[in-house]
């Protein structure tokens, strides 16, 4: 499952999001090897999904360093 809800990350301890921070940025490799060797993804929408999923890790992770 790539979509993570905010609600979702903070329910998690630090630890797991760095470790879910980890699975996303290597599935978004695979994404992007997949989409750069001209194969069709398996799901068009999934790299948004990762990257937005992304995103919204990082800002959790700035607020808790800033608080």
Do not use: F, W
């Amino acid at each position: 499952m790539t979509h993570l809800s905010t609600r979702e990350i903070d329910n998690m301890s630090l630890e797991a999001r760095k470790k879910r921070m980890n699975e996303l940025q290597e599935e978004m490799l695979l994404l992007r090897a997949e989409q750069a060797l001209g194969g069709s993804a398996s799901n068009p929408g999934s790299y948004k999904q990762v990257k937005r999923s992304i995103a919204r890790l990082k800002t959790k992770m700035q607020e808790a360093r800033q608080e």
